[in-house]
């Protein structure tokens, strides 16, 4: 596993993707947080960055497909993966490194963001009167997601060699589990297909940790859907090999 994880992450690094994909995230939430009007933290006048934790998974939506979507598919195309699968690589190891180097990437991309917790603190009046809890909840929401979002595209990236078929299927996912499911719950009522409905939606989720009280529930569910998704791609992986 450690083997196909450094190659991953040398594959990144080696490449311009890495340092397009964390150009444009870290562009767009930064004029988001500080520069566009009726968002920006200096004209809403209070020490807040949920601007920055409401609009950065829209942005990890379609980030993340973008990054994932080489992993399984440009290996298929090249003839690499069955190169891979003839050599003793247990698929568990070849998919959890894949995984793990695509994960870290995006917290590597996430981490220059600290400094917006930063600034808002200092900006505070008086200077630390922020919701430290309910940022670190956030953060932990956020990385948990993106840990969804990953496991979602190599799922996607194992289906099929085109990159651009993978892309557009891990949006389509994560469009569905983020945003699909919360929009039908008014259609579904207060019964309980609501109520499934509303615990599946990533969304939820993600604001339930956002307000600073971890809940064991939110965490397992996500760990468990990154599990699923890993479990999916194994399976395929495993149909691969025969």
């Keep these: 596993m450690l083997a ?8 990144f690094f080696n490449s311009l993707i890495a340092y397009i994909v964390m ?15 009726d968002s920006n933290i200096l004209d809403y006048g209070y020490a807040d960055l949920g601007s920055f934790f409401m609009l950065a998974p829209y942005t990890l939506i379609f980030l993340i497909p973008a990054v994932t979507m080489r992993s399984l598919a440009e290996e298929r195309r090249a003839g690499t993966l069955e190169l891979l699968l003839t050599k003793p ?9 894949k995984f793990l180097a695509n994960w870290l990437l995006i917290l590597i991309i996430l981490l220059p963001t600290l400094l917006y917790y930063i600034s808002v603190y200092q900006l505070g009046n008086p200077p630390g009167n922020v919701d430290s809890a309910a940022v670190a909840g956030s953060y932990i929401g956020l990385l948990l997601l993106s840990g969804v979002l990953v496991a979602m595209g190599i799922w996607s ?9 993978a892309f557009i299927l891990g949006v389509f996912l994560a469009f569905v589990w983020y945003i699909g499911f919360g929009s039908l719950v008014p259609l579904a009522g207060a019964g309980p297909l609501g109520e499934i ?15 600073g009280l971890i809940d064991s529930r939110n965490v ?7 599990g699923f998704f890993l479990m999916l791609t194994f399976w395929q992986v495993e149909k691969l090999r025969r």
């Design 220 to 226: 397992i569910y996500l760990i468990s859907l990154m």
């Design 23 to 37: 150009v444009v995230f870290l562009t767009a939430v930064g004029l988001i947080v500080w520069v566009f009007p």
């Design 4 to 11: 196909i994880f450094q190659k991953e992450i040398a594959g």
């Design 157 to 165: 990236s194992s289906l099929n060699e085109n990159q651009i078929v």
């Design 197 to 211: 409905l509303s615990w599946l939606a990533l969304d939820e989720q993600y604001r339930a940790l956002g307000k």
């Design 89 to 97: 690589i247990r698929n568990a190891d070849l998919i959890l490194g």
